[in-house]
């Protein structure tokens, strides 16, 4: 792995007699877009306000590169950029004035122009932050983590309440934040996302860590089946498909065949067919996903 530039060792946040983080530990790689992934109430975002400096643990260590964010949170804030899940500002305030108050902060800031042109709010300098929507807004709070030009940038749930079109723009936009050479950490609980964007993934459920790993090496680890649907050319035999070490279910309804296995069981039922001269028409296969993951590891059900 390429150097670490946030780690974080045995954290653990109390509320009163409430554990929010219990022993949470993870690396984070210059460079990569890390992913914090765990339902609503995990303790994803006391973990990110911990590791940014907003509040201070109860426990454990915490470095981002190589500043304590509770002794050198001056420091830390000329090189971390963040957006936060509840960050707003104040309604009447433009989006140029925002950019203005903010690069006021910083003695090198980015050419905040320039940042508006590239997220599409170049013609909003004027719109007041009340009046813009909701993809306007987190595309501002980018801009504003973005503004000091930092090395890393913390995103908190950034897609939360999105339409599917301008969530996907956003992903656009994460993706070309790590392509300019910054270090994302990314807490989300959606699916589809992580498995867009992430490298690397810490899982989080009731406030630990359950694992940390790529998504396709979350899926892997609970080889969750794969399904394979299909109308046979004319009829197979249950025996047939159930005498492959791939396949562990068959069923059959209406002239469809559905299939349950893991492994490469694709390749092994349709070479099992093709023997056959049999024609597997209207294929589909369900892959295990990251979602399968999400349940299997913690419980619970993933948006």
């Known amino acids: 792995m390429d150097m670490a530039v946030i780690e974080v060792n045995g954290l653990l946040k109390r509320y009163g007699a409430q554990v929010a983080v219990d022993d949470v530990s993870f690396t984070v790689a210059e460079g990569e877009i890390f992913g914090v992934l765990g339902p609503n109430g995990a303790g994803k975002t006391t973990t990110v306000d911990c590791i940014t400096g907003l509040r201070v643990p109860d426990r454990g260590t915490i470095e981002v590169l190589g500043l304590d964010p509770r002794r050198d949170g001056d420091t830390l804030r000329r090189v971390l950029g963040v957006q936060l899940q509840h960050g707003r500002l104040p309604e009447r305030m433009t989006v140029g004035e925002a950019v203005a108050l903010y690069a006021s902060f910083y003695t090198d800031p980015a050419d905040g122009d320039a940042l508006l042109e590239r ?5 909003m300098r004027a719109t007041r932050f009340g009046a813009l929507s909701g993809g306007q807004q987190q595309r501002l709070a980018i801009v504003l983590a973005l503004i000091g030009r930092p090395r890393i940038a913390v995103l908190d749930e950034l897609t939360t309440g999105l339409d599917p079109q301008s969530r996907r723009n956003t992903w656009e936009l994460v993706e070309q934040i790590r392509a300019d050479g910054v270090t994302v950490l990314l807490v989300t609980h959606f699916m589809e996302e992580a498995e867009r964007l992430c490298d690397r993934l810490a899982l989080i459920d009731a406030g630990r860590v359950v694992a ?11 080889r969750a089946p794969q399904v394979i649907r299909f109308r046979p050319s004319e009829p197979v035999p249950d025996a047939v498909l159930l005498a492959l070490p791939e396949v562990a279910a068959v069923t059959q ?15 092994a039922v349709t070479t099992a067919l093709a ?8 294929l589909r296969i369900t ?7 999400f349940v299997a590891l913690t419980g619970e059900t993933g948006r």
């Open 287 to 293: 892959q295990p996903r990251l979602d399968d993951a």
């Open 119 to 123: 997220l599409g709010l170049d013609r």
């Open 275 to 282: 023997q056959r001269r049999i024609v597997a028409a209207e």
């Open 212 to 222: 940390i790993d790529t998504p396709d090496g979350l899926v892997e680890r609970v």
């Open 253 to 267: 309804h209406q002239g469809c065949v559905e299939v349950t296995g893991t492994g490469d069981v694709l390749a």
